[in-house]
T-cell receptor
Framework: EAQVTQNPRYLITVTGKKLTVTCSQN?????MSWYRQDPGLGLRQIYY???????DKGDVPEGYKVSRKEKRNFPLILESPSPNQTSLYFC?????????????FGPGTRLTVL | EDQVTQSPEALRLQEGESSSLNCSYT??????LFWYRQDPGKGPEFLFT???AGEEKEKERLKATLTKKESFLHITAPKPEDSATYLC????????????FGQGTRLTINP
């Protein structure tokens, strides 16, 4: 089954404790992206990647890191999480450019930073 | 700066009662406008892409239309299973490979 998977689905952590949220897709997609979703603010893009070793900032990249060492994986790293990073996070992928190809979203990771 | 505003924030309809959701946008040249559906606890699911004013697309009870300043998602004779949050997003000429999303419209269809 074609899908985007994220792990963990739920995470409660404390301020400053480094964490990684994994994202994997099995559709051989070139493009991958991370979003956060907050009440009243909608979905906002954090980082995206056009291909392996190619990443670029979205609208809210501060406090986040990403890497794209393999085509199928695009982990999101929070080196020193803070409470304002408490949010619902989504990973997405598409086969090519986002204006011509459908983006498929993962199920989401709900992160709470205490 | 690209902006997307959706209205209303929430809409409650009776089954069979048709209505429209609005997505107003301000962009520096539109590459594409997207509609997604999001069910509680799930990721957004793609519905439509519109590229130019006057374009229309349909899927079951949903029809999306586009003008130079806004898009409408028309829902005809909705059923309870159409209840969801509907998201609008734009990709602009200056937006590289980034999408800008609106806040969504939460639609509830009562049986």
């Amino acid at each position: 089954e074609a899908q985007v998977t994220q792990n963990p689905r739920y995470l409660i952590t404390v301020t400053g404790k480094k964490l990684t949220v994994t994202c994997s897709q099995n559709m051989n997609h070139e493009y991958m992206s991370w979003y956060r979703q907050d009440p009243g603010l909608g979905l906002r893009q954090i980082y995206y990647s056009m291909n392996v070793e190619v990443t670029d900032k979205g609208d809210v990249p501060e406090g986040y890191k990403v890497s794209r060492k393999e085509k199928r994986n695009f982990p999101l790293i929070l080196e020193s999480p803070s409470p304002n990073q408490t949010s619902l996070y989504f990973c997405a992928s598409s086969s090519g450019t986002i204006d011509t190809d459908t983006q498929y979203f993962g199920p989401g990771t709900r992160l709470t930073v205490l | 700066e690209d902006q997307v505003t959706q209205s209303p924030e929430a809409l409650r309809l009776q089954e069979g009662e048709s209505s429209s959701l609005n997505c107003s946008y301000t962009v520096s040249g539109l590459r594409g406008l997207f509609w997604y559906r999001q069910d509680p606890g799930k990721g957004p699911e793609f519905l439509f892409t519109l590229y130019s004013a006057g374009e229309e697309k349909e899927k079951e009870r949903l029809k999306a239309t586009l003008t130079k300043k806004e898009s409408f998602l028309h829902i005809t004779a909705p059923k309870p299973e159409d209840s969801a949050t509907y998201l609008c997003a734009v990709h602009s000429l200056q937006g590289a490979q980034k999408l800008v999303f609106g806040q969504g419209t939460r639609l509830t269809i009562n049986p």
